[in-house]
Every structure is written in structure tokens, then in C-alpha cells.
């Protein structure tokens, strides 16, 4: 069975995020959205949210399934005898990062291939960053986020 | 009368924000220079020397006022019933910051617009981060910022 | 009265230009939509139908109108008395083309300011050329152009 | 069966191109390599070279068969049944152009997607306008084209 | 003796290039302006003509000499014993350009080097394509090349 | 003699890095690879190891010095007595921080140049960051960095 990976801090989820993740779900088999554990980072929602959120806005979608992981994505990969990982592209600054992550799993993964779908124009403006600044300051995120998101996001900033 | 406001944190103000202010001055009737207040943050100028210096160094042109604002800019705006923001561009990637924050403006507050002024070639290097580091290493910020600005990031420094 | 020029060859124009004229009408007491008539290129569309579609598609908005010009754009709009450009900005090639446009006029003309408006995102991707490979290759141009605009291209290439 | 696109020019087919071809084939049932006859531009190899060297160098992939177009790429797609496109990317100003092809694909077919691979390192500079080029002014380009490309320039080129 | 060669078109020559050799003179011991001919293009000035202008605008540098070569730069470097060849990067689609040629004469010719050096900001927007498009449309090109270049552009034009 | 400065904060010195070491110092007579020491950030490695690596790893070039220093860069090469610093260019993010750090230079020390290589294209994703956060993740950063740096990250991580 065919599987890919679209790892990511999804930190909160958006919705550019749902849509690289509906329009991934058509292309394999069987997706796992991949969400990184980075100990070090202070993250703005806990990953047990993130992680519940994703797989409630993802609940329509029957091969899709929501993990956590620590340490290097191409371990992770490797642990599910997986070879391919998705990503989204928004624009050139992605882009450059994208090459840089992408060569370097190379480097050290030559088996692993990275596919990337290109994010549609309405959301290729829409970072977890803005979300989160948005909501700092004391906006609205609804115009970003699925309703689920947008109310942890309230309950956190409590 | 039709009001736009040219956002930003300004710290330090340099000689790259006054050109587009009083290019900017020029096309509006009335220009609000707007400080962001983001009490998160750990700022290099405290908010009220970036207020009082460039009222100082915009006290050449009638139709500009500064002020300062906490939450959102486009709640800021309304606040004021402008429907006008005016941003500088240096380079492609201040281009892809602002495509995003427009973008997100434009999703949460459609009535208000955005213009851009690209920052005069002689400018066009200059953030107010190089000043920063310039100063913290030691350098004289002079080249950069009006000299008001150099004696207080030198008293600040002290 | 505080005139602004939206110039370009507008061959044919788009979607994204007519965006882009409708949002700069708001900004200003009056708009001239300023054709480019460069007469030693083999336009797609002749000067005269790119006009009267314009002018056309423009006909709701009581402040734009549209003009034909020849020779520098900084000598047209003197010819005019108008100190105010307005371009349209999609992308990062955009931007380092019209950074360089803006300079050259610059040195030309200091007098003459340039204001940017960002594409609407739906558009970001739509540039005349675009819209020209797609006729000539059979396509339907329809969800690029308006229906005056289509009809136009269907004219021509039959 | 799945089936995926590899379209292009290929004028003429670089190491690059096969690169991304060998890869692509991994993730595939079947990849149709398409090369896209557009009748009024002058080419440098004629197309019926293009198909037999392309033919020729994937002769060791059982799942790449090599195919001719006219017109919209999005229409030669669905005569095959196929919804899947691959393309590759290997810097930002194919990220751009990309960008906007794939929108515009998009609007018009938006049951089809597009899939991106990152050009490996080594080929990242590598251009079939290159190639032309480096021939043209009388260089060998065996570093950049497979013996028989090479031969076939020379050939052309006589 | 260490040589470096500036190679390019200079249709014409512009303040931009006079930078670049002014600096990259103070840095080798001999500098050859390399004009590349390309019999295949229609130039704006015939060689002729930018050769004999470059020979006047550089002839206050001693260690300067302006040359004409066909065929591929890193032949003609190798055939002037030169190791170094010299680029001037003004934005972002130029590092492209230049990253792709690098890499290209590298694959040909790894013992040449090509150092870089960073236009001044007041010349980072001219292009020689900008002088060509400003004199075709009937506008003075003073501000962007020296008075000599300016007249012979003038006098091709009548 | 001729002395050129390689300055960056090599935390930690990558095979990129010294790609560039070897190639500049073909071209000086004496290259002082210049560590700088930012009292305030927080390094991964000690400013003592990377001196004591790159000392090591640069042992077999005869002409190359490893140096630390503290303030501004500009000040440095002037206690040098050295006018030439080297950067290398991987990217376009790198080229418009290096052309906005370069221009703040030149502004505060007009007399002194900077040169620029464009890192081999094996290398051209390869960022001290990238081998910082493969490390912490638990990966083997052997791919990226001489033996020598990859035990030194593994005895610091312990």
C-alpha cells in the first residue's frame, strides 16, 4: 500500500493545511499527517490539540490518519516503510526552504522523495504565523482556521 | 478628508522610514504614522523615544501626525475611519512579508486598501535590524538615522 | 483635481486589470487607463480594440478613462499634469521588473510618484500572456477575461 | 491504472529531464512523457528527434512511454484519462512561472493536479536554453546531455 | 600576472558596467572588458561601436583593456591564460541568471573562477535593456550612461 | 600582500564552508577566516571549538588563517590593514541579506570591496543551521560536516 507523509508543526492547523491535506488524500492511498514533537520549541497550541484538531477536521477523509514524531522526519518515514513526503508550496520563500529541507533529506535519505503540491491562491498568503499574530493582537482568526481551531485557539488565549 | 496611515515599529526610525513619510505626505491629505505597541516584545527604543523622535523629525510637515496603537492595525484604522494603509517595499522578500499581511488584511477588513511606495535606491538596504546590530556592535549608526536618533541609541547603548 | 495613469499594453486585459482599475478608482478624483502603443511590436490585440474594450468594461466607473500614448510614459503623464503612476504587483518577478521601471523613471522624472496596489490573490497567477498562449492554443480564455474580451480573441484567431 | 504527465519541450532533453523522468516513474503506474508541439516556434531540435532521444533514453524504464501533443495541455490530459501532472522545479523562477501555469490549469481543469519534484543538485543550474546556447557557440555538451543528444546536436548544428 | 576577464554584451555600455570595471580594476592587476560577439543577435550598437566607447570611458585605467570574443567565454579566458572572470549582481533574477551560467562554465571549466561583486545601490536598477527601451521611445538617456555613449546612441537612432 | 577577509559565524563550519575556504584561497595571497563573536547570542558551539576546528580543518592550505574577533567586521579588516572581504552566495534569501549587509558596509567604509563566490552546487542547500537542528533531532550530521566537527557536535550534545 502505497503511503505519504505531510509532516509539519500545523501549529494551529489552516485552512491551507486542510486543502494540501484534501487534495493529498486523492493522490495516495493513505496519508499520515505527521505532526513534529520539538521538545525545545514553546509551541502556541499544546500538540495533544493539534492533534485532536487535525483529526477531527480530517474525519471525512477515511485514509487519512494523524500521528506525532520525534526526531528526524526521514526516521519517522523509515518507521512507517514510507517513501514519500508532501509538502505545500505558497511562495519563493517557501520555496527556498523547501529546497534546503528537501536536498538535505536527500542527503540523508536518497529513497525518500519529496512531492510538492502547490497551495491554492486563496490561501497562499496563509501562514500558521499570521494565525497566530492575528490572534495575539486580539483578532478574529475565523477567516483562516476551521470553527474547532478558532475556539481552542479563544480557550488558550484566555 | 482622506487619511492614510504608514504602519510599522520603527526601531529605530531610519532614513529609509522618512523618505517614504514624506513622499507619502505628499499624495494624502492627512498621514498618520502609526507605532505598533506589541507589548511581547522586547524592544530596542523604548515606544515613547520612537514617538517623540519622529514627531521630531517629521516636524517639517504639516499634515503628519504619530501615534501609537495596540491590537490590530485594520481595528486601529477604523478607529480612525481611514480606509488607506501605505507601506514601504526594498526587496523581494519585505515584498512576500507584505503580500501576506495584505492578504490577511484584505480577508479580515475588505474596505480598507493598501499602497505601496518602493523605498528610494539609496534606501534600499536599509532595515532597521543592520541599525540595530550596527549599534550593538559598536558602530555609529550615523550613515543610517537622523542624528537625534544616533545620540539616543548612544544614550540607550550607554 | 489629483489625477492618477494605470499604463500597460493591457493585451488583452484581464481579470486582474480590471481588479486593479476598479481599486485605484477609488483612490483617486479621476483615472486614466493609459494604453502603451509601441509600434514596433506585433501586439496580439490591435491598439484600437484593446481601447474600446477597455473603455467598455470601465463604462460603470464615471472617473476612469482611457487614453492611448506613445513616446516615455513620464513625458505622457507631464503632458497631462499628472504626478501620480499606479502599477499592479503579482508576483516577485513583478516586483524586480517594476522596481527597475520605477528607478529609470525616477531619475527621469523625480517629480512623478509610483504607487503599488497587490493583485487580488484569485488573480496573482494571471498575466495577459498567459491568457494570449491559452487563445492560441485552443483554449476557452473565458475564465481570464471578460466575455467582451473573449469574444474579441475569438474574432481575431479565427 | 494511474497514470501521470511529464510534459515539457525538452528542446533539447537534459540530464535534468531525466532525472526527474527516473523519479517520477518511481511514484507512477505509468508516466507519459509529452512533449508539447507548439507549431509556430522555430525549434532547435525538430520534434520527431525530441521523441526518438527522449524514446531512446528511457528505453530502461518499462512504465515511460514518450508522446507528442497539440493545444492545451489540460485537454491532452483528459483525452488520456489522466489527472496527474509532474513537472519539476529548480529555482525560484521556475517556481513563479510554474506558480502561474499550474493556477491557470487550475481554473480551467480543476479536477486535474499538479505534482512538483525538486530538481536534484547537480542539475539544479541545468537548462535546455543552456544547452542551446553553449552549442550554438561551438561547446561540447556532453557534460549536460546524454551521448545521443549530444550527437544529434552535433548533427544539427553541421 | 593576475588577470580577470569583465565579460558581457554592453548594448551600450552604462554607468552600471563603468562601476563594476572602476572596482574590479583596483582588484587584479589586469582587466579585460570582454565584449561577447554573437553573430547571431541584432544588436542595438554594433561591437564596433560599445568597443571603441568602452575604450574611451575606461581609458583613465591603466591596467583596462577592451576585447571582442566569439564563441564560449571560457575558451577565450583559457586562451588569455585567465583563471578569474568578473560579474556584477544587481537583484534577485540576476543571481539567477548568474547562478545558472556559473554552474554551467564550472561543469566546462572547473579551474575558472567567477568572483562577484554587488552594483552600487544607485545603479542597482539599470539594466542596458532599460537605455534601449528608454532611446527607442524617444526619452534622453544621459542619467543612466556616460555623454559619449549617450551621442552614438543619438546618432544610430536618427 | 594582498589579504582577504572570510568572516561568518561557522556554528559550525560545514563542508560549505570550507568549499569556499579553498576556492578564495586560491585567489589571495593570505585569507584570514574570521570567526565573530557575538557576546550576546548563545552558540552551539563554544567560539574556542569552531577556532580550534576550522584551524584543523584548514590545516593543508598554507595561506589560510583562522582568526576570532568581537565588534564590527569593517573594524576588524581595518586593524587587518585588509580592503577585500569573501562571501559565499547560495541562494537568493543569502543574496538579499548579503546585498543589504554589503551596502551597510559600504556606507560605513567606502574603500573596502566585497567579493562573492556561488557555493558548488552540492553544497548550495547547506546552512549551519540545517546541521544544528539535524543534530538536535538526533540525526548524524556526518554528511554535512568534516569527522572532526561531527564529534565535536556529538561530544556537545552528550
Chains 1, 2, 3, 4, 5, 6 share one sequence.
Do not use: W
Not at 528537501?102 to 504565523?129: G, K, Q
Amino acid at each position: 500500500m502505497r503511503t505519504a507523509i505531510y509532516p509539519g508543526s500545523f501549529d494551529p492547523p489552516t485552512y491551507g493545511h486542510l486543502d494540501i491535506i484534501e487534495r493529498a488524500a486523492g493522490q495516495f492511498e493513505r496519508l499520515v499527517v505527521a505532526i513534529g514533537v520539538n521538545t525545545s520549541k514553546n509551541p502556541f497550541l499544546p500538540v495533544e490539540d493539534r492533534c485532536s484538531l487535525l483529526t477531527e477536521c480530517t474525519g471525512h477523509l477515511a485514509n487519512v490518519e494523524v500521528m506525532t514524531f520525534h526526531g528526524l522526519l526521514v526516521d519517522f518515514a523509515r518507521s512507517l516503510d514510507c517513501r514519500v513526503l508532501v509538502r505545500g508550496l505558497r511562495a519563493v520563500s517557501d520555496f527556498e526552504y523547501e529546497f534546503r529541507v528537501t536536498m538535505a533529506n536527500r542527503r540523508m535519505a536518497p529513497d525518500i522523495e519529496t512531492l510538492f503540491l502547490i497551495t491554492r491562491d486563496e490561501y497562499s498568503f496563509l501562514a500558521s504565523s499570521v494565525v497566530r499574530e492575528v490572534s495575539r493582537l486580539g483578532g478574529d482568526p475565523s477567516p483562516f482556521v476551521p470553527p474547532s481551531v478558532a475556539q481552542k485557539i479563544a480557550e488558550r488565549l484566555k
